[in-house]
Each structure stands twice: as structure tokens, then as C-alpha cells.
């Protein structure tokens, strides 16, 4: 399974757009991106999900170029809630391979 | 919309005691995941099942063992239990049947457990 590197920690004024990046450098062809937040004591929840080129919700954006080596959630307008920590994880669960790995999220704190 | 409920929300055990934590997955979800998560760490994966059947295997000790029933219902038994085994359990479920990677994983809240 395609090993996750995202940078540890970041810091940003509520207002402003957050982009945190993702590498995947062994993704998969079948892989897919998803990313999840968590806040603390909370299970994760489900962001966001993508394949290739770039994906919107009503929360999130996610671009993916075309290599795929790398992935970036853009959080736009963040508030003092968007403060938690961000996993982005490879792959695609199977009916005989489910073993979905988190690897060392992004810690997101928003200030005033 | 339903979500996945775990129980118990939290519980406390002795050293070497045992512990079973349960996990109902949304209706119609065919796999169920089992991750813990131990202060200021990213959740390790344990385990997995796909329609009853154990998937995949993570870090799970050999204390651990867990099944999924007829009902779709999932639980983890945790067996002589160790300090180091205090953390956040949290089940996740998806469809798989989907396909096409379509099939994002919804998590409970998580049981936390507390070994003394």
C-alpha cells in the first residue's frame, strides 16, 4: 500500500484558504485519495475522495495532477472549528484487502 | 442518516482482565474495520472484515481477536489485557460492494478503554 508523507503541523488565520499536501510517491493505479479530520476523542470523518485531476464538495477541494504522486486538500475560508487534524489515505478497499492505513496527519490550528 | 455505534462509549478494566467492545456498522455495509488509537498517536490499523470474513490484519496483538456476525455486528475481544492496551477503539464501516473505490470509510465515536 502507498505510504502517506504530509507535513506535521500548520498554522493559519480563520479567513484564509488552507492547501495541505499529501505525497504518495507508490500510489497505485487503482488507488484512490481520500482524506479525513479528526477531531480529538472523535472518530475521523470523511472529507473528501478523489482518482485524478480535481474534485469539489461543498466543504473541500482536492487536486490531484496527473502523475498522481501527490494530492492537495484545499480547505477555502477556514474557521477556529477547521482546527483538527487532517489524514489523507491511500488506496481501495476489497472484498479480500481492506487494510486501509493512516499514516501521520497534518495538525491544523486556526487562530483569530 | 445513520452512523456507526460503538459501546461502550468508555470502559475501565483491570491489568489482565478482559474486554469486548462492539461495533454496529450502517445498515447495508458489508466491511468493518477495527483501529486504535493511543494518546497524541494516528489510528493503527487492526483488522478488518468483508462479509463476515476477516480481510486483512494489521498490528493486532494475539490477545486480540475479533469477529464479524451474521448481523453484520462486529466485536473485538481483548484478552489479558496490558496498561499499554489504554486507547481510543474505533470501528469503521463502507460499502466495498460499491466498487471503484467509491466506498469512504465512516467511523464511530469510539470506545476508550481504560487499563488500571
Known amino acids: 500500500l502507498a505510504k502517506t508523507t504530509q507535513p506535521i503541523s500548520m498554522d493559519s488565520y480563520e479567513g484564509q484558504e488552507v492547501n495541505i499536501t499529501c505525497s504518495h510517491n507508490n500510489i497505485a493505479t487503482n488507488d484512490y485519495i481520500t482524506w479525513y479530520q479528526q477531531f480529538p476523542s472523535q472518530g475521523p470523518r470523511f472529507i473528501i475522495q478523489g482518482y485524478k485531476t480535481k474534485v469539489t464538495n461543498e466543504v473541500a477541494s482536492l487536486f490531484i495532477p496527473a502523475d498522481r504522486k501527490s494530492s492537495t486538500l484545499s480547505l477555502p475560508r477556514v474557521s477556529l472549528s477547521d482546527t483538527a487534524v487532517y489524514y489523507c489515505?491511500?488506496?481501495?478497499?476489497?472484498?479480500?484487502?481492506?487494510?486501509?492505513?493512516f499514516g501521520t496527519g497534518t495538525r491544523l490550528q486556526v487562530t483569530l | 442518516a445513520a452512523g456507526v455505534i460503538q459501546s461502550p462509549r468508555h470502559l475501565i478494566k483491570e491489568k489482565r482482565e478482559t474486554a469486548t467492545l462492539k461495533c454496529y456498522p450502517i445498515?447495508?455495509?458489508?466491511?468493518v474495520y477495527w483501529y486504535q488509537q493511543g494518546p497524541g498517536q494516528d489510528p493503527q490499523f487492526l483488522i478488518s472484515f468483508y462479509e463476515k470474513m476477516q480481510s486483512d490484519k494489521g498490528s493486532i496483538p494475539d490477545r486480540f481477536s475479533a469477529q464479524q456476525f451474521s448481523d453484520y455486528h462486529s466485536e473485538l475481544n481483548m484478552s489479558s489485557l496490558e496498561l499499554g492496551d489504554s486507547a481510543l477503539y474505533f470501528c469503521?464501516?463502507?460499502?466495498?460492494?460499491?466498487?471503484?473505490?467509491?466506498?469512504?470509510?465512516?467511523f464511530g465515536n469510539g470506545t476508550r478503554l481504560t487499563v488500571t
Open positions: 489515505l491511500v488506496g481501495v478497499p476489497t472484498g479480500t484487502a481492506s487494510k486501509l492505513t
Open positions: 445498515p447495508r455495509h458489508d466491511t
Open positions: 469503521a464501516s463502507s460499502l466495498v460492494a460499491l466498487g471503484e473505490g467509491n466506498s469512504p470509510l465512516h
